[in-house]
């Protein structure tokens, strides 16, 4: 919407895939109706045609949650580290004054989720995901104008949270500012969810992590609640 001088805010969202109310209006090319699994999702189709299926029932129906904002991989692997669930968006944004072409002050955001299933979540192995982050950050941040920010977060998915583990995550907060800020920051953010207790902890900024709360709560965080859990508090009612 544009405001009294003209000018008009917009930003694109670059991941995820196809509304399936609209891919299913359409149906698939030859006019047949998609096929859906005993969740009433759609299992064939271009709608769904670039997001994985995981044989693991809790990630997959996280997955769910995130298919239609984030690009998703299964069994990634970075710098020797494994990962179940990779996720990744970018978010560019804009002011135009009057009209699309005259625009300025471009910028874009960046978001990475890794998670994987763990034995047992501990302390050294989120400290090892923090450093992973790091080395991620300095090969992938770009460093320019035109950068607002990027931020890394790290989701362990496992049978307990460790009164260790969650104070550790609840008091974490690592934020980097790129040339005094100017070239915008990097933050990484870490996780630790536990299904089968409905219970999960995130770390002050860590919003995605609201994705993996799929019982009727959100993460315990220091700080508000952020706006992916603002948004899923709304659509729970």
């Given amino acids: 919407m544009a405001d009294e001088g003209g000018q008009d805010d917009s930003s694109t969202r670059v991941g995820g895939g196809t509304d399936p ?81 005259l625009d300025y002050a471009n910028h874009h955001s960046d978001e990475h989720l890794f ?32 950068h607002y920010g990027t931020d890394l977060s790290f989701v362990l998915v496992a049978e307990e949270v460790p009164d260790d583990v969650r104070e550790f995550v609840v008091d974490f907060r690592e934020r980097e500012l790129l040339k005094y800020g100017y070239y915008g920051h990097y933050e990484i953010g870490l996780g630790v969810v536990a299904p089968g207790e409905e219970r999960a902890v995130a770390s002050r900024e860590a919003d995605v992590v609201s994705a993996f709360a799929l019982w009727d709560d959100v993460p315990e965080r220091k700080g508000h609640r952020g706006i992916l859990s603002r948004l899923l508090g709304r659509l729970r009612g």
């Avoid at 997001?51 to 239609?68: A, I, K, N, Q, T």
């Avoid at 669930?85 to 804009?94: E, F, G, N, P, V």
């Avoid at 047992?120 to 790091?134: F, W, Y």
């Fill in 21 to 101: 109310a609209t891919a299913a209006s359409d149906g698939d090319d030859d006019g047949a109706a998609f096929r859906t699994d005993e969740r009433g999702r759609i299992v064939d189709g271009a709608a769904y045609e670039d997001v994985p299926v995981w044989d693991d029932e809790y990630l997959d129906r996280v997955s769910d949650r995130l298919m239609f904002n984030y690009d998703l991989e299964r069994d990634a692997r970075f710098r020797g580290e494994s990962f179940d669930l990779y996720a990744s968006m970018r978010i560019d944004s804009q002011k135009e004054f009057f009209h699309p072409s």
């Fill in 115 to 146: 998670a994987r299933r763990v034995d047992r979540a501990s302390v050294g192995e989120l400290e090892r995901l923090v450093e992973l982050g790091h080395d991620l950050a300095d090969e992938w941040v770009e460093g320019d104008e035109e």
